[in-house]
């Protein structure tokens, strides 16, 4: 039974794997071939390597303008929705009040409110504001909306501080601010490192509201440059696909990198509940 049991877990994680990186792979070769390559053998190895199609959009300002665009909002979104959602955590973790328990509540029924029924309100809000065609038309609501995991993820690690360490703070004359920011914010670098990758890659791959917000092309992010490529060259398969094997690099090379963090951050959050 256990040999049966370690075949089929094998099996299903190659099956897993190969759901995943055969599109993959299929998108990074198709890449290096031309349109009659692809018709004539769409699963083999280039023959010859074609290298013009990723030559081309590298040095294209369709390609490097989405991506500026998204790695400016991705990285105000984060900063922004991480510094209040750890100041919120802060208050609904180490204050008591009357109503705490009713508005953190509040905060984790947004997580069941879906993103696309807010979308017209939140079109007409942000026009009256005058933030369509602006960034922060997408860097505000991309924050508010990310609030509430956020919140929930750093409430737990900072409940998880002892009490006493708050307490010898108050006796060395450090204040509620001072123990956030001296004690608190060092000792959850692991949470605070967790929701950072978790609100970035949300944002790259934000793609209803950046449409709704942006009609200038020069605001376009990477999802928007994808789609806006793919309308473009239509019939040329070839070079879509390294224009989205490119898009993806930035993103994958971002995960490589945060990988451990993220792992690192919700093992120790599991740990400590």
Known sequence: M????????????????AFVVVPIG?????????????SVNPFGL???W??????????????WRPLLNSTIIAVATTLLLVGVAALAAFVFARFAFRGRELIFMLFAVGLMFPFAVAILPLFVLLRELGLLNNPLGVILPQAAFGL???????????????????????LDGCGPLGFFWRILLPMARPALATVSVLAIVASWNSFMLPLVVFNDP????????????????????????????????????????????LIGGLTSGAAKG
């Open 2 to 17: 256990r040999v049966a049991r370690q075949v089929g877990l094998y099996a299903a994680l190659l099956a897993i794997t």
């Open 26 to 38: 299929f998108a990074v070769l198709g890449g290096f071939k031309d349109n009659g390559q692809l």
């Open 46 to 48: 280039p023959e010859p």
């Open 50 to 63: 074609n290298f013009a199609n990723y030559a081309e959009i590298i040095a294209s300002s369709a390609f």
């Open 148 to 170: 509430p995991v956020t919140i929930i993820v750093l409430r737990t690690f900072f409940r998880a501080i002892p009490g006493e360490l708050e307490e010898a703070a108050t």
């Open 218 to 261: 020069s605001w376009w992010t990477i999802p928007l440059g994808v789609r806006q490529f793919q309308g473009q060259y239509g019939q040329d398969t070839a070079r879509i696909l390294a224009y989205v094997v490119l898009a993806m690099v930035p993103a994958l090379a971002f995960y490589a990198v945060a990988e451990r963090q």
